[in-house]
């Protein structure tokens, strides 16, 4: 059982630079969610999706976009990455309001 | 707005002593739920709490629930080097699962 796999584990990218993080789960869990920590924050949700085809801002959204086509896939968009945006992002899934499952995350450098 | 706050962010302890960390809620929360994320991994699940004055026990892991929701701790009796780690607390606002900012605990031998 895969549980939560996230690609790539480490990125490095300059200024300007766009792409994407990569989330799938294979629980058949309908929550989905991104995180992002950073030293002395704690855990920020970016955005969450609670099934296909419904998703929502969290507490820190800007400068990321998200979608879900499939109950398994959750991609996170950097559209034009930022240094501000150095971080590690977690990926998580569960059954509505049952525990999380987090992924290993993506460690994102931005220079 | 929504917030969930966690109490103290850094403690160090002599491995024996207790350890307790605590979190509040802006907002009455359904449940809490408390994981552990030891250094360089990713947070994992410890408990979930539901019930108003709810408490439950895990070894030497003590988690509360507040009579009003809105608060929770965890208290580990005893030390061992192996708690070492970030506790956090997180709760679901508005759909949201919030999370506390968490509490580094070290433990020297």
């Known amino acids: 059982n895969a549980g939560v796999t996230q690609t790539p584990k480490f990125q490095v990218l300059k200024t300007g630079q766009s792409m994407t993080l990569q989330c799938a789960q294979d629980?058949?869990?309908?929550?989905m969610s991104w995180y992002r920590q950073d030293p002395g924050m704690g855990l920020r949700l970016i955005h969450y999706s609670v099934g296909a085809g419904i998703t929502d801002q969290g507490e820190v959204p800007n400068g990321y976009n998200v979608s879900r086509s499939t109950t398994e896939d959750f991609p996170l968009r950097l559209l034009s990455a930022a240094p501000s945006q150095t971080s590690v992002y977690f990926c998580a899934s569960s059954y509505g309001y049952q525990p999380q499952h987090f992924g290993d995350g993506t460690r994102l450098s931005i220079l | 707005g929504q917030q969930v706050m966690q109490i103290p962010q850094y403690q160090h302890v002599q491995e024996g002593e207790d350890f307790t960390t605590y979190c509040n809620s802006s907002?009455?929360?359904?449940?809490i739920q408390w994981y552990k994320q030891r250094p360089g991994g990713h947070p994992v699940f410890l408990i979930q709490l539901v019930k108003s004055g709810e408490v439950k026990k895990q070894k030497r892991l003590t988690f509360q629930f507040g009579e009003a929701k809105k608060n929770s701790s965890l208290h580990i009796t005893a030390t061992q080097t192996t708690d070492v780690g970030t506790y956090f607390c997180?709760?679901?606002?508005?759909?949201?699962?919030?999370f506390g900012q968490g509490t580094e605990l070290s433990v020297k031998p």
């Open positions: 997180a709760g679901y606002q508005g759909g949201k699962l919030i």
């Open positions: 907002t009455t929360l359904s449940n």
């Open positions: 629980m058949n869990h309908e929550y």
